[in-house]
């Protein structure tokens, strides 16, 4: 007998549908390392981190590791977030780059405010636009020929690019009053 033959919308319905779960199953994943990461387990076991635990027991890469103990360690910040990856609305790397987020720049963590980036575009995207957001350097007073940090990195890289008549190095007096 033959099967019937699925749609392409069907397969991307579905595609769509088995991410979702393995975002789910990531979450899940995140706070049962937390657990253990609270209860000492993984320090007792004998690895050197619990990353290095997650690596051997679990099949994982460093990175993927990290992300699941740094999820785990913000998830109590993140509740609305959560809320939305259980609706479908952001995945998993979106819950990734929250916390990484929430880690870097601490205290002055506001879910809301990145919550709308993340509704709003890919996980990649969304990391670029928090880094912008969240870890934009504030100015340096203006006392005359001082400049921002953001603009003396742009200063000496756009001395480096363009070919070899730019072989003057960057030195400590760019951004600096003589």
Known sequence: MLQPVASDEEIAQQLVWWEHQISLLQ???????????????LEEAGYNSPTDWLRFNCH???????????VGEHLAELPMS??????????????????????AVGKVF???????????????????????RCHQPSPMPEHGRGRAPADQWRARSHR????AERTRAPGPEVGRPR
């Open 27 to 41: 979450l899940e994943a995140s706070m049962l390392t937390a657990e253990l990461d609270r209860s000492g387990f």
């Open 60 to 70: 994982l890469t460093d990175k993927a590791a990290g992300e699941r103990i740094r």
């Open 82 to 103: 959560v809320v939305y990856l259980r609706d479908g609305e952001i995945g998993y790397s979106h819950l990734t780059v929250m916390a990484r987020t929430a880690e």
């Open 110 to 132: 506001d879910e809301r405010k990145l919550l709308g980036l993340a509704l709003e575009h890919t996980p990649g995207k969304f990391y670029y636009k928090s880094l912008r």
């Open 160 to 163: 480096w690019r363009g070919g």
